[in-house]
Each structure stands twice: as structure tokens, then as C-alpha cells.
């Protein structure tokens, strides 16, 4: 049965301490998940873990370091001992270049830290284990820069465009053990409203608006979607 209901799921989350990881967090755990969530600040991650058990949640928190292949290896294997599987996973870990020279070697290798090592890192353990259960669901969550190119951005636009290569790569790959890989690509949420001025909406888009759509990807509904790389960015790339 098609259904946004993931009681029967447990959901992995990296970079849940904050921001749309920490939103997605507590949606899907309304939604009825098992969590299973990591940070690399111990004190955000534990503090949300606290609040989403008080509300009923059953959740296994961890300081990991995304782009720490033994932090997450071991992360990963905590899930599977506490919940013997793990049914969809969403690597946040990307982050956004502050503007820079156009080609900056210390930039450049900032963002393959965060953009393209943390996820590939994930990946790994994530794809493992959802090849011996015969299923699982993979979202890449990156930005606008992954399809298309920004001045002054160029290490943030390669390093998303390699996060979409391997996303595309992985589908392809694991496909045919029933998990599908996804990227989505929303442009910068909640910023200024000079922003809204590149839309063809006068306004940015919310957080909530972007964990709504993971929620979409992730479920049962959308079942047939694998290698997709979906821009949520209200046309900037249709232009």
C-alpha cells in the first residue's frame, strides 16, 4: 500500500543537529520512523535525540564526522545492531562555499571534504547494507550548484556536481537490488528576499517546504523514481 506513514521504516539521518537535517528529523519521526541520527557536534545531536524520545520516537544518536569513514562505518553499524536494517538514509553533509576566488585550491578542498567525500562516505555503509536486505532508499541532498554553474563558486559547483555523478552512478549500480539513489537540489531557503528577486515566485523557498518533498521521495509513493536529480529552485535552472 502507497502510504506517508513510515512506522514500519527506519530512517537514517546524517547532519541532523541542525537546520533541514534537524527539521527532516523531527518530521519524519511524526511521521512514525525510526531514527537513527548523527552530527558531528555531540550536544546538538543528543539534545534532539532527548526531545524527539520524549515525544515518543525511538532513536539512536551519534556524534560521527560524515567525512570520518571509521566514525561513520561505526555509526552505521550501531544502526544495524540496534534496528537489523536500514530502510531509507539522507546525507545532508553538503555545505555552501562563502564567495571566493573563482578557482581556490583551499576552497576546492574544503568542499570535496564535505560535499563529495562525506556523501561517497556515507554511501558506502548505506549502500551495503541496504544490498543484503534486497532494498533501501538513498536521498542526496545537495543545492542548486549541482546543476548549474555560480560565479565566484566554482569548488562549491564542482564538488555538487560530482555529488550528483555519483548519485547517478550508484542508482545505476544498485538498482537492481531494489534501491533506488535520488538528489535533491533546492536553491538557498529562508535567506534575504534580494533572493526572491531570481525567482519566478517573490519569495524563497522554506525549509519546511524542502523537508515536505524529502518526505515525497523517501515513501512508498514514489517507488519508481531512481537516478533522479530533482531541482527545487521555483525555475532558476529552467532559465
Known amino acids: 500500500m502507497q502510504t506517508l506513514d513510515y512506522n514500519d521504516k527506519v530512517v537514517m539521518i546524517i547532519n541532523a543537529g541542525s537546520g533541514m537535517g ?47 569513514e571509521k566514525q561513520v562505518q561505526a555509526f552505521s553499524a550501531e544502526c544495524l545492531h540496534c534496528f537489523d536494517r536500514i530502510d531509507v538514509a539522507i546525507n545532508s553533509a553538503v555545505t555552501l562555499q562563502e564567495h571566493s576566488q573563482p578557482l581556490d585550491l583551499a576552497a576546492l578542498d574544503a568542499q570535496y571534504q564535505a560535499n563529495i567525500k562525506g556523501p561517497f562516505t556515507c554511501m558506502k ?8 536486505a534486497r532494498g533501501g532508499v538513498i536521498l542526496n ?3 542548486q550548484a549541482s546543476v548549474a554553474g555560480t560565479a565566484n563558486l566554482a569548488a562549491d559547483s564542482a564538488s555538487k556536481h560530482a555529488l550528483i555523478a555519483m548519485t547517478k552512478s ?15 537540489c ?8 534580494s533572493l526572491a528577486t531570481e525567482n519566478t515566485m517573490p519569495r524563497p523557498a522554506s525549509l519546511q517546504e524542502v523537508v515536505n518533498a524529502m518526505l515525497w521521495l523517501c515513501s512508498d509513493y514514489n517507488s519508481y523514481m531512481n537516478g533522479a536529480v530533482i531541482p527545487m529552485d521555483d525555475g532558476l535552472t529552467a532559465i
Open 125 to 132: 555503509h548505506q549502500l551495503s547494507a541496504m544490498q543484503e
Open 22 to 68: 534537524k527539521l527532516a528529523a523531527e518530521n519524519f519521526s511524526r511521521a512514525g520512523a525510526t531514527l537513527a541520527i548523527c552530527d558531528a557536534n555531540p550536544a546538538l545531536i543528543e539534545a534532539l535525540a532527548a526531545r524527539l524520545r520524549e515525544e515518543g520516537c525511538e532513536v539512536l544518536a551519534m556524534a560521527c564526522d560524515a567525512s570520518d
Open 170 to 184: 550508484a542508482a545505476l549500480e544498485y538498482g537492481r537490488y531494489g534501491i533506488r539513489v535520488n538528489a535533491l
Open 141 to 143: 541532498m545537495s543545492t
Open 186 to 193: 533546492p536553491n538557498e531557503v529562508e535567506k534575504s528576499k
